[in-house]
């Protein structure tokens, strides 16, 4: 037995160890011991961890993208597009600057707006200090140009946007490029900017008003007396190329047209603004400007090559008193507004701070929306064509409007603007004998009443402001009132 014992022991050495080292154990037991280990090391792995994130000042962001865009949007929201984010390049001569220094000066405000006057060679004398301040162009006599009866100043002028980019000023978002006789409103043009993202790349500005100078220069082509603007990721992009583009483009006749062709190679087409305005008419102004598209007034330019804006003004003056009601009440100014009298079958139409006319007869919305051809076109002194709608003149006095012009334009506690229109009567120019008539000719004024413009409004769908005949017509004065539009309302009344 004794040997059986040991044999037993020889042929399973390790019988005794597996016993004393590892028992019998049933596997749920052995799965609840591995269970229980495991989360015994994680939770003593998980200590040091813990006090790593109590204690340190490192951040980690799971969602980065995410977190930042938040972080961003709330602790540095967005900075609107204000004055000082325009850089304005204004051509100009030497020579003729102080006869055409009192455009500009109507609109610079020092320390407010930015930008330089950019002139042929050192004025000789004295400059204003009413205007803003001048830069030396840099000599262009290396540049090719052919056009045959155009200028060398063009390459200079088209040469504005690249020398006014390699300043390098500070947070420059856009740059504006405009004439020595360009009138910009400066407020509304800010608004029109404000638009757009100027960190993309456009190309912003007008045709001209004449159909035969678009067919000789472009349709595609914001004209430089209007103004133009250019953001900044294109200006980098312009001045990288403009040079060379400019001997490309030695045909062309403007600086205008250069700019143009050499955006165009880059790739990017003008953005049309109809308030940027080229003025290219002859005569008087006055139908265009009664009839001003439903945009903010931006910009005005040839105004020494139309009669002054207002009868028995200068030109200076006449553009004085626009301003007036511009600073007055901004987005509101030239925009329409048409009332219907019923009673006496009246038509009135509100140009703000500028005219009201009174027709003595009922005439459509679409009738008065076409420009009076009061002017003529830039190159030829005809009477067409234009971009935008027309209608003549009648000869006929009783089918004329009865026209008033701004007066004077004051603000009220409540921060209404009250401008007054008075009766404007040619001495050459016979009236109306007709009797339905002679109620019209009481009238000697209009007051409007108006609330200050919105320039938010700029940037929802495009909605004219309707007019409100608040008086009878049996007084001399007769009172209107311009707000918005109530829902399912229309300028044309409902007749029974």
């Known amino acids: 037995m004794s040997s059986a014992r040991e044999t037993s022991t020889i042929r399973d050495p390790l019988k005794f160890w597996k016993f004393v080292v590892l028992p019998t154990i049933k596997p749920s037991d052995l799965f609840s011991l591995f269970l229980k280990s495991t989360l015994t090391l994680c939770f003593l792995a998980s200590i040091p961890l813990f006090l790593f994130f109590a204690f340190s000042h490192t951040h980690f962001h799971f969602c980065p993208k995410y977190h930042n865009k938040l972080d961003d949007h709330y602790q540095n929201p967005p900075i609107l597009t204000n004055i000082s984010h325009i850089l304005f390049g204004i051509g100009a001569s030497a020579k003729s600057w102080n006869e055409r220094r009192h455009y500009s000066e109507l609109w610079w405000k020092p320390n407010v707006t930015r930008g330089f006057v950019w ?65 910009f409103f400066t407020e509304n043009l800010v608004s029109v900017l404000g638009k757009y993202d100027h960190e993309e790349m456009y190309y912003i500005g007008g045709n001209s008003e004449s159909v035969e100078q678009d067919v000789i220069h472009s349709y595609d082509m914001a004209y430089g007396g209007g103004g133009f603007a250019i953001s900044y990721p294109l200006a980098a992009e312009l001045v990288r190329v403009l040079d060379a583009c400019i001997d490309r483009y030695e045909g062309f006749y403007g600086s205008d047209q250069k700019i143009q062709g050499c955006l165009t190679e880059i790739g990017v087409p003008l953005t049309k603004q109809l308030d940027f305005h080229q003025f290219d008419i002859r005569g008087d102004p006055y139908g265009l400007l009664a009839a001003h598209p439903l945009a903010p007034l931006v910009s005005l330019h040839h105004l020494d090559s ?143 009443s108006a609330t200050k413009f919105n320039p938010n409004l700029w940037d929802k769908a495009p909605r004219r402001q309707c007019c409100q005949i608040i008086n009878g017509a049996e007084n001399a004065v007769l009172q209107l009132h311009i707000r918005p539009y109530n829902r399912f309302e229309s300028s044309m009344p409902l007749q029974n």
């Open 306 to 448: 139309v009669e002054p804006l207002f009868p028995n003004l200068t030109r200076i003056d006449s553009l004085r008193k626009l301003m007036s009601a511009y600073e007055a009440n901004p987005g509101r100014t030239l925009q329409r507004s048409y009332c219907y009298d019923l009673r006496h079958n009246w038509t009135v139409s509100v140009s703000w701070g500028y005219t009201v006319q009174l027709y003595p007869s009922f005439v459509t919305i679409k009738k008065l929306d076409a420009a009076l051809l009061t002017f003529k076109s830039w190159r030829t002194w005809r009477e067409e064509p234009f971009t935008f709608d027309t209608r003549p003149v009648s000869p006929d006095p009783c089918e004329r409007p009865i026209v008033y012009f701004l007066d004077r334009v004051e603000k009220n506690s409540e921060g209404e603007t009250l401008s007054t229109y008075k009766r404007y009567q040619e001495k050459s120019k016979k009236e109306c004998e007709r009797v339905h008539y002679g109620n019209t000719v009481d009238v000697e004024s209009f007051k409007v």
């Open 119 to 183: 002139l042929d060679e050192t004025p000789k004398t004295p400059w204003p200090t009413t205007s803003p301040p001048y830069k030396i162009s840099a000599n262009t006599s290396h540049f090719k140009y052919s056009y045959w009866y155009g200028s060398r100043s063009a390459i200079r002028v088209a040469r504005i946007v690249k020398e006014s980019f390699e300043l390098g000023m500070e947070n420059v978002r856009w740059f504006v490029m405009g004439d020595d006789d360009t009138l």
